[in-house]
């Protein structure tokens, strides 16, 4: 391998990797030296430039805490998180369709029982959220774990707000025998995804939007059907086609609707306006092998 050009190094690093022992690894080493070999022919990388990307990534990987995964919040604003999700998660159109998890997912959450208030007390309109989980064919799904967890009424997770030590906006619950389940909580906001790092500078060099428009998460499991992992946007949010981790779908928008104190089906049950939120989740069973 001596006097390499443009021309013949792409296969002389493939050469290289000729023994690797996992077909699997060969394969995606091989695409992506591929790959890059052309994007840097494709715009003809400078040196300067190069050092520019080398110096963005070290940046990246300095930023990482182990609340902060930098590298994960640089793919999802590529769109690297939800193509792998959409590619992974292939299902009919009736199916409940996935979206990012996010890094606000918590082991450490409490089950509660049906329509408890999970706010923690926190300040904000209160909501009310009804959903159902039902199988393809529109029978319930009984017994199903049930996550949620979603922001309060500044765009702040639990463990953002000052003085919190317990959980709050965040529960586990357990579906009835009809596919129910309901909580009572705060309506969550929009917020920014981190600003104050190298992502935060691609952000602000292609001139893109920090916000993530406002919505609530779910993650549902129940034995013999696949995993979902998603979240509801309420439809007025100014922030659906601007999300910068590209994770709106439009089966994913939701009516939020506020009712006044004494009007709705939770009439009475506030002495301020309220937001009701109705969903219907649908599971695909487990592909067998």
Not at 27 to 48: G, K, M, N, P, Y
Not at 75 to 95: E, F, H, I, K
Not at 150 to 179: I, K, N
Request: net charge negative; charged share 25%.
């Amino acid at each position: 391998m001596r006097d390499l050009t443009s021309d013949t190094i792409t296969e002389a690093v493939i050469s290289t990797m000729r023994n690797t022992k996992d077909s699997r690894v060969a394969e995606i080493l091989e695409s992506l030296v591929r790959h890059l070999h052309a994007f840097v022919r494709d715009v003809e990388l400078t040196q300067d430039e190069w050092a520019r990307g080398v110096d963005f990534l070290t940046r990246t990987g300095q930023t990482c805490t182990p609340t902060r995964q930098e590298f994960i919040l640089l793919s999802d604003v590529l769109g690297v998180t939800m193509l792998v999700d959409a590619l992974t998660n292939r299902r009919p159109s009736q199916a409940t369709q996935n979206s990012v998890l996010g890094p606000y997912f918590r082991e450490d959450r409490p089950q509660q029982e049906d329509a408890t208030d999970i706010s923690g007390g926190l300040p904000g309109t209160p909501l009310f959220f009804e959903g159902r989980v039902v199988d393809h064919e529109g029978a319930p799904v009984a017994d199903a774990a049930v996550d949620v967890w979603h922001s309060d009424s500044d765009g702040h997770y639990d463990m953002e707000v000052p003085g919190l030590d317990e959980p709050a906006m965040r529960a586990l619950f357990r579906t009835d025998g009809t596919g129910h389940f309901g909580f009572r909580s705060i309506r969550p906001s929009s917020y920014p995804i981190p600003g104050d790092g190298p992502v935060g500078e691609l952000m602000s060099a292609t001139s893109r939007s920090l916000m993530r428009p406002a919505h609530v998460h779910l993650l549902i499991e129940a034995p013999g059907f696949q995993r979902v992992t998603t979240m509801l946007f309420p439809s007025d949010d100014p922030h659906l086609d601007t999300d910068p981790v590209f994770g709106v779908r439009q089966s994913l928008i939701e009516r939020y609707d506020t009712y006044a104190p004494d009007a709705g089906p939770y009439r009475g049950s506030t002495e301020v306006p309220y937001t009701l939120v109705r969903h219907t989740f649908v599971l695909e069973p487990l592909v067998r092998d």
